[in-house]
């Protein structure tokens, strides 16, 4: 389960930004996120979605431990982000569009690389290692080096290594950016079975019509701020446009002229 509460991250801002933001702006620090709460629950898909700057990958990144609050709490299976980073790091798995591997090494040790900072045992690390390889088709090029491996198959390395030690939780900051159908399809499936197995998901994407297919809950945020925070289904029952689309961007227009 995630709990965000009285959530807010600030940035202090250079002299040249500040410059750019224009006569109007007076402060040294930009709020990135501002007051937000909601939460997680076990066996349910959370979408978190907004445009580009809206406070999504910072939100998701204080979830993941990567930042500090400037103000709130994150509790992750009851563990405190701040003050147990550690606890929250090993009941979390956190998914990301930028892979980030090391080139050099093969699909299988990569993943048996994080299996160990995990600490994790041969018996469950081989169970969960041909659980995963089998569920992403990952067998036939287990043994490749990175480098020779196609934006596909490194992202199923990604996936695969982000869910080795078979967290609790799982953070997915727009996982199918960039990506073909076929890759795309291999993330929604693990997802579609993170939601069977009972794990707390949250989920962030651009792409719409995945937040339609897969999401029980919802929130929207924009300018830091959540402007929805509900179950999908009373997003639709208070909808005044006709698609999901249509409907983001009404409220997102709505916003810019709060």
Not at 4 to 28: A, V
Not at 117 to 146: P, T, V
Not at 149 to 156: R, Y
Request: aromatic residues 8%; glycine residues 8%.
């Amino acid at each position: 389960m995630i709990q965000i509460t009285n959530l807010s991250k600030s940035y202090k801002i250079s002299r040249k930004q500040k410059k750019e933001m224009g006569k109007d702006f007076t402060g040294d620090s930009v709020l990135a996120v501002d007051n937000i709460n909601f939460s997680c629950t076990p066996g349910r898909i959370f979408g978190l979605i907004g445009p580009n700057g809206a406070g999504k990958t910072t939100t998701l990144r204080m979830i993941g431990t990567m930042l500090k609050p400037s103000n709130g709490n994150i509790s992750v299976n009851g563990f405190d982000t701040v003050r147990e980073p550690q606890s929250v790091k090993q009941s979390l798995g956190f998914l990301s569009g930028n892979t980030g591997l090391y080139d050099r090494l093969t699909a299988e040790e990569m993943v048996k690389y994080y299996a160990d900072l995990h600490q994790m045992n041969e018996s469950d690390y081989y169970s969960q290692r041909d659980y995963l390889f089998n569920l992403l088709d990952m067998n036939e090029f287990a043994g490749r080096r990175i480098s020779k491996l196609s934006t596909g198959m490194k992202q199923k390395v990604n996936i695969a290594r982000t869910m080795i030690h078979n967290p609790d939780v799982v953070v997915f900051d727009e996982p199918t950016s960039g990506l073909d159908v076929m890759a795309s399809r291999s993330i929604i499936k693990l997802i579609q079975e993170c939601k069977k197995n009972n794990k707390t998901v949250i989920f962030s994407s651009h792409r719409l019509g995945e937040i339609r297919s897969l999401c029980d809950d919802l929130a929207i945020i924009h300018k830091g701020k959540l402007y929805f925070n509900g179950t999908y289904e009373e997003f639709e029952s208070q909808m005044q446009a006709e698609t999901l689309d249509d409907e983001f961007i009404r409220l997102v227009g709505e916003t810019e002229n709060v």
